[in-house]
């Protein structure tokens, strides 16, 4: 699915480092600075930037790594399509799990001594309230404290040093500060033997929280990103190429060429699209369709990159190169959702960016304003600024619309929904109108077998078996209808002689002499031709139709496709025809009513036929032979009077109208274009993925607005508190994590859509 979005001229690094929306806006605008780039978007979700240049290259990728490098953080090259590398996740949750028992284990003597001597002085022997008692224990405290900051935060003190030296600022250097002045002032309270400065219990327990919270948040994303890691799985990454020789070998799939013979075996994911040469066997094609039952595919049928055959062996032709199959198209579209960022993202980074250095000058306000009112307690005043320095930190900031775009836009392609931008999921959950295409969105996009009519001495089975046999040759689709429709009525056709066609108009041939089961034989069949299309085909061979125009306009006043069928001078009968709605359309309109959605057909189709299936499917507004450019003018007019509209389609002629509405989504394996051009692409054809995917975008949305305002409202409500009331450091070291763990587990809540 290659779209204007994702040239050649795009580079993608995975990088390692980042914690908040301070760090997302210091690598933003790291690579924003390197000569050739046109835009950056960098998430801190997925730990992916996506940067698009005026050309690319390894000098430009070498270029952008170093710049990531310089500005604090680890980059490294990341290939389109593809999740981080599979270890990453384990070990960062090693690595956080390892700093959390370091952080606990030599935090714990601290911290009970500290609560010991708030909740229990009198307990303690007097010893210990004597000076060289004192002494004694704040040495050990100290200590244990050094090891706790240097241990199991040393990373961040690291991550501190290299952002300040750079004249930036990120959560690690809050909260940095923090731990440092707590510890500086402990040092300093033992020496000058000042009960009030021994805060070494809030450097430890700064150190501890960040430690737990960080460790849980590192749990959390993982699971966020599980989704997205099961739908990269499924992208084959090797096949057997069968060698011209003989034999096979094992190659990557970018090694694959259109025309390569590729063998599949059971259980194997089918490497690339691709068109059965030998063999036959049952393959899972859920992924792109969401149907669950596994169909047969044989020699001359097509098969998808990124389904699995689960029984029988194939070998399939290569229509398509490794990069530009089914399941690749996908992923990339999914990938691209997640570079992309939706307006809510945008407040969310501009506030991040100015964010760190104001809570610096609130800090330093803090501890000059309470010094200055005269309260006499440094200790006091210390404190104060510390619970501001830490409570502020901008994480959840960082992470909430991230998080939500990822774990929905991942839920939403394993349901079978992708969206081609962040924005895109804002704007579909707004939708209260749906404009829809009928032929092959509504219906099944394929004529069948409607009804029979004879007007002679024949039966209706024997009208049909005739108008089967001339048929039976034809690519038509309604020829092909009439035929599949004898078929399932068990009727065996005759073998035509001396075919003639006419484009648009039909078929007509001589049959041999046979018995007709139940009816009488055509007398004139063996001497005559039998003539099937049009009336005026029929006329040309001069059958009179005139008689039977009656019966045709009723058929066609059904909205039925109807086709004659006639030999010697005279209409033996009527074919009606017509394209099923989709077993799925009734339900999917239903439930788009019960969303608060209007559903209005827009058709290229004969009233007959529109009205036909709208009345069906419960459908009170439509519109019949309506042009691309009438389509187009329906979406200006419905948005101009304030309607948020989505429009439905699957074809070519749909491409302007998907284009201009709020929200364009194209359905089942429609034309490319109409793919290119829509911002949702539904897979599989399944209308009920159209009020899914409405459903979907909703809920996100609503999950980025909680997000949001839960960490905007976080920080307005703690900063006061933290300034103001007497609360403990490592409080509110404890609220700032919840803060950020609370909006990860909040998004989280996305993965159990359905």
């Not at 978007?41 to 698009?52: C, F, G, P, Q």
């Not at 070494?200 to 929280?209: C, N, R, Y």
């Amino acid at each position: 699915m290659t779209t204007p979005d994702t040239p050649d001229r795009q580079v993608e690094l995975h990088i390692r480092g980042m914690h908040c929306g301070g760090c997302v806006a210091a690598v933003e605008r790291a690579l924003g600075r390197v000569a050739g780039v046109q835009s950056v978007s960098v998430n801190l979700a997925t730990e992916r930037a996506t940067i698009r240049s005026d050309e690319a290259g390894p000098g430009l990728r070498d270029a952008l790594v170093s710049a990531v490098r310089e500005a604090g953080y680890d980059a490294q090259p990341a290939e389109p399509a593809t999740p981080p590398p599979s270890g990453d996740d384990a070990d960062v949750l090693r690595r956080q799990g390892r700093r959390l028992a370091l952080a606990a284990t030599l935090g714990a003597p601290v911290v009970a001594w500290h609560l010991l001597t708030m909740l229990a002085p009198g307990a303690l022997p007097h010893v210990l309230h004597a000076s060289a008692g004192f002494l004694a224990i704040g040495a050990v405290q100290a200590v244990l404290t050094f090891a706790v900051v240097a241990l199991a935060g040393g990373s961040m003190l690291r991550g501190a040093a290299v952002v300040l030296l750079r004249g930036q600022a990120n959560m690690d250097l809050l909260v940095s500060l923090g731990t440092l002045t707590a510890l500086a002032a402990g040092v300093a309270g033992l020496v000058t033997q000042r009960h009030a400065l021994l805060l070494f219990d809030a450097a430890a327990m700064i150190v501890l929280f960040v430690a737990v919270g960080k460790f849980l948040e590192a749990r959390a994303r993982r699971q966020a990103t599980a989704s997205l890691r099961r739908l990269f799985e499924r992208i084959p990454r090797r096949a057997t190429r069968l060698e011209p020789g003989g034999g096979g070998s094992d190659v990557p799939v970018e090694a694959i060429r259109v025309g390569d013979v590729l063998r599949v075996p059971p259980d194997a994911p089918v490497p690339v699209d691709g068109e059965v040469v030998a063999g036959h066997a049952t393959v899972d094609e859920s992924m792109l369709t969401g149907e669950s039952m596994p169909v047969e595919r044989g020699p001359g049928q097509a098969v998808s990159g990124g389904t699995r055959v689960r029984a029988g062996t194939i070998d399939i032709r290569a229509t398509a190169t490794g990069t530009d199959s089914a399941a690749m198209r996908i992923a990339r579209m999914v990938e691209l959702a997640q570079s992309t960022k939706p307006p809510w993202q945008r407040f969310a980074d501009r506030a991040a960016a100015v964010f760190v250095p104001a809570v610096l000058l609130i800090a330093a306000a803090t501890l000059v304003g309470w010094l200055w009112l005269g309260r006499g307690e440094l200790g006091w005043a210390i404190e104060r600024t510390i619970a501001v320095l830490v409570v502020a930190c901008p994480c959840a900031l960082g992470l909430a619309i991230p998080t939500a775009v990822v774990v929905g836009t991942s839920r939403a392609a394993e349901l079978g929904v992708l969206v081609r931008d962040a924005a895109a999921l804002e704007a579909a959950g707004a939708v209260d109108e749906v404009l829809i295409d009928k032929t092959g969105t509504l219906t099944l996009g394929q004529p069948a077998l409607e009804r029979v009519v004879s007007l002679c001495e024949l039966s209706n089975d024997d009208v049909l078996r005739l108008a089967a046999s001339v048929d039976q040759y034809s690519e038509h689709p309604l020829a092909r209808a009439i035929v599949a429709g004898a078929r399932q009525r068990g009727l065996s056709l005759l073998e035509p002689a001396d075919l003639e066609t006419s484009p648009g108009g039909g078929v007509a041939a001589t049959l041999p002499a046979a018995p007709q089961a139940g009816a009488s034989v055509v007398p004139t069949v063996t001497t005559e031709r039998v003539v099937v299309g049009t009336a005026a085909w029929l006329a040309q061979h001069g059958i009179e139709v005139g008689k039977s125009a009656e019966q045709v306009d009723a058929l066609a006043a059904e909205g039925l496709s109807v086709v004659c069928v006639g030999a010697g001078s005279r209409v033996l009968g009527l074919v009606g025809l017509a394209d099923p709605p989709h077993p799925e359309a009734r339900d999917a309109v239903a439930r788009l009513h019960e969303l608060g959605v209007r559903v209005r057909v827009l058709s290229g189709d004969r009233h007959a036929a529109v009205s036909r299936l709208a009345n069906s499917l419960g459908i009170d507004a439509f519109e019949a032979q309506v042009t691309p450019e009438q389509k187009l003018k329906r979406v200006h007019e419905r948005m101009a009077a304030g309607r948020r509209v989505a429009m439905v389609g699957d074809g070519i002629n749909d491409a302007p109208a998907l284009a201009a509405a709020h929200v364009g989504i194209a359905i089942g394996a429609g034309a490319d274009v109409a793919r290119e051009t829509a911002t949702i692409c539904l897979v599989g054809h399944s209308p009920a993925l159209i009020p899914r995917a409405i459903r979907l975008s909703r809920a996100s949305a609503r999950v980025m607005r909680q997000n949001l305002l839960w960490a905007v409202g976080y920080n307005l409500v703690m900063m006061p508190i933290a300034i103001f009331t007497p609360l403990p450091p490592a409080l509110a070291t404890a609220a700032m994590m919840g803060s950020s763990l609370s909006v990860v587990l909040n998004a989280l809540r996305l993965r159990r859509l359905a």
